[in-house]
């Protein structure tokens, strides 16, 4: 059987020091997260910035889809007056990425968010976010690396049973959650590090870290198992 296809977002960055397309726009993610997927089993697409109307067709084109880590969520989308502390908006990639979350959860492709990536899967689902956590952030432009505990019963826990350390860079989290998530991991200060559907038949699942700057392919080979099974079954 062929290798489940799995989508992840994009940045849209003016790039530098690319021959004689230095500063122009250019759709850029890190290569972890495409050879994370290749090494879970997947084959990886990128998927850059689109019309949010669109997000339905471009999801049923792959079978799993990873949004990827990036800039702050414009608290606008949460109902939330700005933080000063908090990014400039993304206002492009915010429509895209909470259009295919949307798309992906009406058609139970998998979802795995990352970074940011949880926390637009958080806002997609109405929750909100802590806009600032002093010290999260322990040397900027720098991951860091904390323990994180699963929480028994849930899906994160069956994947990674024990306290794990993680790569991580950020400083939001998650407030309320968004409808129908529950909380499946958690650092040692209470901030929630991973969030999830409940739901047996429908996998979706963010982490507040970076597995793709970790050699642990537990998450991602879960994913991209999912994504699998719905291949077999849409094929079948």
Do not use: K
């Amino acid at each position: 059987m062929s290798r489940p296809l799995i989508g992840i977002t994009t940045y849209v960055e003016s790039s530098t020091r690319f021959g004689v397309w230095d500063g122009v726009p250019t759709v850029l993610t890190p290569t972890g997260y495409h050879r994370l997927v290749q090494a879970a089993g997947g084959a990886a697409v990128l998927l850059p910035p689109d019309e949010p109307g669109s997000a339905a067709e471009v999801l049923s084109r792959v079978d799993g889809l990873v949004v990827a880590g990036g800039p702050d969520v414009d608290p606008a989308r949460y109902g939330a007056e700005r933080d000063p502390r908090t990014g400039p908006p993304a206002t492009e990639r915010d429509a895209w990425e909470l259009a295919l979350i949307g798309a992906a959860l009406a058609a139970d492709v998998p979802v795995l968010g990352i970074c940011r990536g949880m926390q637009a899967l958080n806002v997609a689902l109405g929750g909100t976010l802590i806009q600032h956590l002093d010290g999260h952030i322990e040397t900027p432009g720098r991951m860091s690396w904390h323990p994180v505990t699963p929480v028994p019963g849930t899906r994160y826990a069956a994947l990674v049973p024990e306290e794990a350390q993680v790569p991580t860079y950020h400083h939001q989290a998650v407030d309320r959650l968004g409808r129908g998530l529950v909380v499946s991991a958690h650092a040692a200060d209470g901030t929630v590090e991973a969030v999830e559907l409940p739901d047996p038949d429908r996998w979706v699942l963010g982490v507040q870290w970076h597995p793709e700057r970790d050699e642990d392919t537990r998450v991602m080979a879960a994913l991209v198992e999912a994504a699998l099974a719905r291949t077999a079954v849409a094929v079948g």
